[in-house]
C-alpha cells in the first residue's frame, strides 16, 4: 500500500465516522457524507477496485437511505393516527424546522409540523399529540434503517479495497 494509498483510506474511514455521526445527530446528511468517503478515496488512491457498478450500487442505497426516511416517517405518523394533514405538516415541519430551529429542527419540526397540520385539519389535541409521537418514531426507524444502509455501504467498500 502506498503512503497516498493509506492516507486516502485514513481520510475514508473519517469521512465514514463523520457519515455515522451524522446519521445520528443529524445535522448534515450521514450517508452523503459516507458516499463522499468513497468518492473522496477513489480520487486519491485511484477507482481500480470501484468501478461504475459500485458507484451506482452506492448510490442506490444513499437512494434507499433518503425513500426510508421518508416512508418511516409516513408510516409512523398514519400508525400513531394522524391523518394526511399531519403527514403534511410533517413534511413541512422538517423544511421549516431546520431553518427555524438549526440541526435540531430536524427533529422538532415534523413533531410540531405533525401536530400543527392535525390541528388544523380539525383532529383533536390528543390525536395530533400522538401523530407528533408518531414522527418521533418514524425518526428512530429511519435511523436505524439508514445506519444499517450505511453500514452495508462501508462494508461493501471495503470488501472492495
Known amino acids: 500500500m502506498t503512503p497516498l494509498t493509506t492516507f486516502a483510506l485514513v481520510l475514508a474511514v473519517l469521512f465514514f465516522i463523520a457519515g455515522f455521526v451524522f446519521t445520528v445527530f443529524p445535522v448534515l446528511p450521514g450517508i452523503l457524507i459516507i458516499f463522499a468517503g468513497m468518492l473522496v478515496y477513489g480520487l486519491l488512491a485511484g477507482f481500480e477496485n470501484l468501478g461504475l457498478l459500485f458507484f451506482v450500487g452506492q448510490a442506490v442505497a444513499v437512494g434507499l437511505s433518503y425513500l426510508a426516511d421518508y416512508a ?4 409512523a405518523v398514519k400508525k400513531y393516527g394522524g391523518s394526511s394533514a399531519a403527514v403534511w405538516g410533517s413534511i413541512i ?3 421549516a424546522g431546520i431553518f427555524v430551529f438549526g440541526p435540531f429542527g430536524i427533529i ?3 413533531f410540531l409540523g405533525a401536530v400543527a397540520g392535525e390541528i388544523l385539519a380539525g383532529g383533536a389535541p ?3 399529540l400522538r401523530a407528533g409521537i408518531g414522527t418521533l418514531v418514524g425518526f428512530l426507524g429511519a435511523t436505524g434503517i ?4 450505511g453500514a452495508g455501504m462501508v462494508v461493501w467498500f471495503f470488501s472492495r479495497v
Do not use: D, F, N, Q
Open 93 to 95: 415541519g422538517v423544511l
Open 72 to 75: 418511516a416517517g409516513v408510516w
Open 126 to 128: 390528543s390525536r395530533a
Open 108 to 110: 422538532l419540526g415534523p
Open 146 to 149: 439508514k445506519l444499517v444502509i
